[in-house]
């Protein structure tokens, strides 16, 4: 294992910059710690999700995908650094097909909600397309892999899928948006 933090404030960032992983400080409002801190946001809402009851099969995809997002932190802390590949992008895939076979097609919208556990996914797939926005942004100032973005255009898609599945799951089911809502008095 690398560094062991012992000693967690160093006063270093006390001057409104943080240092990236590969020892160049950078001011905070920059575009890549915002990258970095949306990743992290993103991995401790999944961590919330986690903290519900969910299924297994549930709980070990999240599970691996907070430790995909630790990666991509590091990827984007550390410029250069490619530590998410193709093959973290087909499991995605491979993972969203799977949980989406089982359920009904979709004929309508459908409003976040559907148990604690679905409400939370519904959120943190709302971060992922947020993460997503931001690392977009930091690709138009700086090199960025492709793969990352496309690792987390993958990710909203399968939250969105596993919340329909955590909505299932709870018993709650799913709310569908109903157009007729807005002519109600």
């Given amino acids: 294992m690398g560094h062991r933090l012992s000693k967690i404030y160093t006063r270093t960032g006390d001057d409104g910059t943080t240092g990236l992983g590969d020892g160049t400080r950078v001011a905070k409002d920059s575009a890549r710690v915002a990258a970095c801190g949306t ?47 193709d093959a973290n992008i087909e499991r995605l895939e491979t993972t969203l097909d799977a949980f989406n076979e089982d359920l009904p097609p979709l004929k309508n919208f459908i409003l976040p909600g559907g148990g604690m556990a679905a409400a939370h996914c519904h959120l943190a797939r709302t971060i992922c397309r947020r993460a997503e926005r931001v690392v977009v942004a930091l690709a138009q100032q ?36 109903q157009p007729e809502w807005r002519n109600r008095p």
Avoid: K
């Fill in 39 to 85: 990743i992290d946001e993103l991995n401790s809402a999944l961590g919330i999700v986690l903290a519900c009851d969910t299924p297994d099969r549930v709980r070990e995809t999240l599970t691996q995908i907070q430790h995909d997002l630790f990666d991509l932190g590091g990827e984007l802390c550390m410029p250069g650094m490619a530590l998410i590949g």
């Fill in 142 to 177: 700086d090199t960025i892999r492709a793969e990352a973005l496309r690792y987390l255009n993958r990710l909203s898609d399968l939250l969105f899928v596993l919340a329909r599945v955590l909505a299932r799951a709870s018993g709650y089911g799913e709310t569908l948006w």
